[in-house]
C-alpha cells in the first residue's frame, strides 16, 4: 500500500514527465522529517496526557567545544524542544578523563527521567580517551545512537524489534519508504561500511529482505557493482564519487554524503555536494535525495525518533512493573 | 605467500589436470582441521610447560538429552581431550528452568579456571527457556561460540581483534586461506543470513575486504548472483540446491550444508549431501569443500582454536594484572 507521501510523489513526477521519463523524483528529507517531528510531537502530547505530564528526557553529552558539534548539538537541542523532548546538554571540558567521562555516562544510564543519551562524537579531550569504550558505556536501551556493540549485534543478526537502530540509516529506510518502492526482493547495494552508515545500513536493508552488496574502497568494479542496484545506498565520504552513467535506470538513489567543494560563485567560496554526481544521477534514476535536503535532516528527525521509542518502551516497562 | 598446504593442493591439482582444467582441487576439511588441531597440541604444550601447569578449561552446558546434542558433545569432548583442553560436560535435566540455566552459565562465567562456556542448541527442557537470553548469558569472553550480540556486534563492525567469531564461518576462511586465493578486491557471496552461518560468514568476508552479496529465501535471481561469486559459502540448509551450471568458472566453493536424502544403494537408506550440487559445481569451480568431509570438521576444530585463544587472552591478562 502506498503512503499519501509516496502517492503525492508519484503523481508529481507523472506530472513533471508528461509520459516520458527524463528526470528522477526527489525524495525531500526536509518534506518527510518535518513529518515525521510532527508525528513524533503528537506521540509526546499524547503520551503527556496519558501519563500525567511524562515527557521523554534526551542527554547529549559532549567533551570539549569544537565548533562544529557545538553547531550540531543545537540542531538536536531544537528539534527536541519543538517536539516537547526534555533534552539536556551535558558539557564536560577539553581536560575531562576517561574516568570522568565514563562517570558521567553512568549517572545519566541511572536517571529514570533520561530516555535517551548520545555521547557527541568526536570526542575533544587533551586527555586520551577510548571512544570505542566510552560509546559502549551508554545504557544498551538508552542509546539513542544505536553505537553500542549489543545494539549493532542484535540489528546485525536480525533481532531489529529489540534494539536501537543508527539515525542516518534509519532515516535513508523511512526515506526509501516514502517512495512506495518495495525492498523485499529487490538487490540494494550500500557502497561504504561504516559503523554510523554503511554496516547498519546493509543490516536494514537485509532484515528488509533485500539481496544486499556491501562496496567499499577495495570493490575494483563500482561501476559494474552499481549498475546492479534497484537501490543504491551511498556513504563513502568522497564528493560526486558515483556517476550518473553507472546507476541503473529506475534506480532509488540516497545519497549520504556531505562534501563541501571549492565554489568560485558562491560567497562562501564552496559549496556542499553529495557522493553521487547528483546532476548526471537525476537523468537515470527514478528516486534520488538531494544535498542539503535530503539524508541530512533525516538524522535529527530520526534521533528524536529513538528518543520517543525508548520512552514509550520505558513507559510500557515501568506499567508492567505496577 | 602461498602456504605449504597450499602449495600442495596446487600441485596436486596441476597433476590431476594435465595442463586442462577438468576438476576442482578438493579442500579436505579433515586434513585442515588435523593440522589445526595438531598445532593447537602444540599450544597448548607450551602454555603448560611456560606457565606451570595451566590448561586451558571448556565447559559444555547442555539441558535434556537429545541424541544429536549427545553426539555434538562427544565429538567436542574428545577433540578437547586429544589437544590438552580440560573440558567438563554439565548436564541440566530436561525439567531444568530458565532460572537454574542462567544460574549454572553464572556459576561457570566466575570460574577462574573455565576460558570457553558454550551452550549446545537447541536447548531440550519442558520448560519455557528464552534461548536467547541464555546464549546472551555467557560473558562475551568465554564466548568461545560468538554468539552473544557483544561478540556479534563487534564482528559485524568490524572489531575483528577484539572478539570472539563463530565456529563455522570462522572454519570457512581457514579453508579460503587453505586455497591460497587471496579474498581482498574479490566478489564473495554468502547463500544464507542465520546468526551461526551466513550472518558472521558476511561479517568475515566483508573485513577481509571482499565486496559481498548476501543472497537468501527471498533473492529472485540466485543464478545470476552466484554466477558472479569469485568465493561462493552456501549456508541455505537446502540439499543440492546450488547446481553446478550456476557457479563462475574457477570459482572458490564452501559449502556449509549437511543434508540427509534418501540412498537406496546404502545400508542406511539415506546419504549425506551438502547445499551444492557436489558432481556438477565439481566440474566448474577451482577449488570446492565436500560434504561431509569439508566444512564439518573444522567447526569444531575451531571452537578449539576459540578456546585456546581466549585462555591466551587470559593468561595475558593475569600476567598484566601482577
Known amino acids: 500500500m502506498l503512503s499519501l507521501a509516496a502517492l503525492s510523489l508519484r503523481l508529481g513526477a507523472a506530472g513533471c514527465r ?18 515525521v517531528r510532527e508525528r513524533l510531537k503528537k506521540e509526546v502530547e499524547k503520551m503527556k496526557s496519558q501519563f500525567s505530564g511524562f ?11 569544537r565548533d562544529d558539534s557545538n553547531l550540531y548539538i543545537s540542531t538536536k537541542l531544537k528539534a527536541a524542544a519543538e517536539i516537547g523532548i526534555s533534552a539536556n546538554h551535558v ?29 557527541q562524537l568526536p570526542l575533544d579531550s587533551v586527555k586520551p580517551i577510548d571512544t570505542e569504550r566510552v560509546t559502549n558505556a551508554v545504557a544498551p536501551d538508552k542509546d539513542v545512537d544505536g553505537l553500542t556493540c549489543i545494539n ?36 540494494a547495494v550500500v557502497i561504504g561500511r561504516s559503523k554510523i552508515v554503511g554496516a547498519p545500513m546493509h543490516d536494514l536493508l537485509l532484515w528488509s529482505h533485500a539481496t544486499v552488496t556491501t562496496c567499499h574502497s577495495k570493490t575494483p568494479d563500482l561501476p559494474a557493482q552499481v549498475g546492479r542496484a534497484d537501490i543504491l545506498v551511498v556513504g563513502a565520504g568522497k564528493a560526486e564519487m558515483v556517476r550518473g552513467e553507472w546507476v541503473k535506470e ?16 558562491k560567497a562562501s567560496g564552496k559549496r556542499v555536494v553529495g557522493d ?42 515501568s506499567q508492567a512493573g505496577r
Open 18 to 35: 508528461g509520459g516520458r521519463r527524463s528526470m528522477a523524483t526527489v525524495i525531500s528529507g526536509n518534506k518527510t522529517s518535518k513529518l
Open 55 to 65: 515527557r521523554p528526557g534526551l542527554v547529549v553529552l559532549q567533551v570539549g567545544d
Open 91 to 119: 558539557r564536560l571540558p577539553n581536560t575531562a578523563t576517561e574516568d570522568e567521562v565514563l562517570q558521567s555516562i553512568a549517572s545519566v544510564n541511572q536517571n529514570p527521567a533520561v530516555h535517551g543519551l548520545i555521547v
Open 152 to 187: 549493532a549485534g542484535k540489528l546485525s543478526r536480525g533481532d531489529l524489534g529489540d534494539c536501537l537502530i543508527p539515525c542516518t540509516p534509519n532515516g535513508c529506510m523511512e526515506l526509501i519508504r516514502q517512495t512506495g518502492v518495495s525492498v523485499a526482493g529487490k538487490h
Open 250 to 265: 529506475g534506480a532509488v538513489v540516497i545519497d549520504c554524503g556531505i562534501n563541501h567543494i571549492p565554489d568560485e560563485t
Open 276 to 317: 553521487v554526481h547528483y546532476a548526471s544521477a537525476n537523468q537515470r534514476a527514478g528516486y534520488i535525495t538531494p544535498v542539503p535536503g535530503g539524508v541530512g535532516p533525516m538524522t535529527v528527525a530520526m534521533l528524536m525518533e529513538n528518543t520517543v521509542q525508548s520512552a514509550w518502551r520505558f513507559l510500557q516497562k
